[in-house]
């Protein structure tokens, strides 16, 4: 009897021995699938989030790059037409009037007439930034016909220089090609920018009438009148068309780098 005890004591220690290893391997190959899933998981929801910004980045370039081309193209398209369109008005296709000397630099919208008459220097000063409305149009409007024709001053503004010697008569001056008009007459010290307290002098308008004959006509005799106004307002709108241009070329080579 009591060897039959023992010996089944001893049957059941050694069931419940060769059960906890299975038990523990069991738990154990659980613990070990259960983390491999969540580390596949975890690997495939990284790459789903990596490869849409990747993919995000290389449409962003490609985006990028298509409208830089598209850009390009209209700029290179502009250039065109404007090269096969464009013709200098007939004002300035002869050259500066007689006597005159043109001065412009590529860039720049100041350009300046010079003149020598006797012991005087005649300068004319303008610039196509100082235009009253935008030259292109106003070139246009001027010879409008019929309903395209705009109810639009036209008129170039200039300033009219006469020096001698250390001083400068100022004429501020507009002309559309069909009169001259003078807005204002300053007395300058030649080359020397005057102190704001500096009298500018009187109101144009208000000179007695015999001035207001007699000015114009001083202007007239050295060649500043309405034909040198139409010259003028064609030189205008041709600068800023070769200006436009030259933008356009210059837009597009720094979209080409």
Not at 8 to 20: D, E, F, H, I, M
Not at 29 to 55: D, F, I
Request: proline share 5%; hydrophobic share 35%; with cysteine.
């Amino acid at each position: 009897m009591a060897f039959r005890m023992i010996c089944k004591s001893l049957a059941t220690k050694s069931v419940a021995a060769a059960a906890l290893p299975r038990a523990a391997s069991s738990q154990l190959c659980h613990v070990h699938a259960g983390g491999l899933r969540h580390a596949a998981g975890t690997l495939s929801r990284t790459a789903w989030l990596k490869e849409p910004t990747s993919l995000l980045s290389l449409r962003h370039f490609n985006s990028s790059a298509v409208a830089r081309s598209a850009l390009t193209d209209i700029l290179q398209e502009e250039i065109k037409y404007e090269e096969d369109n464009y013709q200098p008005p007939e004002e300035v296709s002869a050259g500066p009037p007689e006597n005159w000397q043109l001065t412009e630099t590529p860039g720049d919208t100041h350009m300046t007439l010079t003149k020598e008459n006797g012991n005087e220097t005649i300068h004319i000063d303008l610039m196509v930034n100082d235009q009253p409305v935008d030259p292109g149009e106003v070139f246009q409007d001027a010879a409008g016909e019929g309903d395209d024709q705009v109810d639009v001053d036209v008129g170039v503004v200039f300033n009219a220089s006469v020096t001698k010697g250390e001083q400068t008569l100022v004429f501020e001056c507009k002309s559309d090609g069909t009169y001259l008009d003078i807005n204002h007459i300053s007395l300058e010290k030649t080359d020397e920018e005057p102190e704001e307290s500096h009298y500018t002098g009187p109101v144009y308008a208000e000179l007695d009438e015999r001035l207001l004959q007699e000015f114009p006509a001083f202007l007239e005799e050295r060649g500043v009148d309405a034909d040198m106004g139409a010259y003028l307002l064609g030189l205008v709108n041709d600068k800023e068309q070769r200006e436009y241009r030259s933008w356009l070329g210059n837009v597009q080579n720094f979209l080409k780098k």
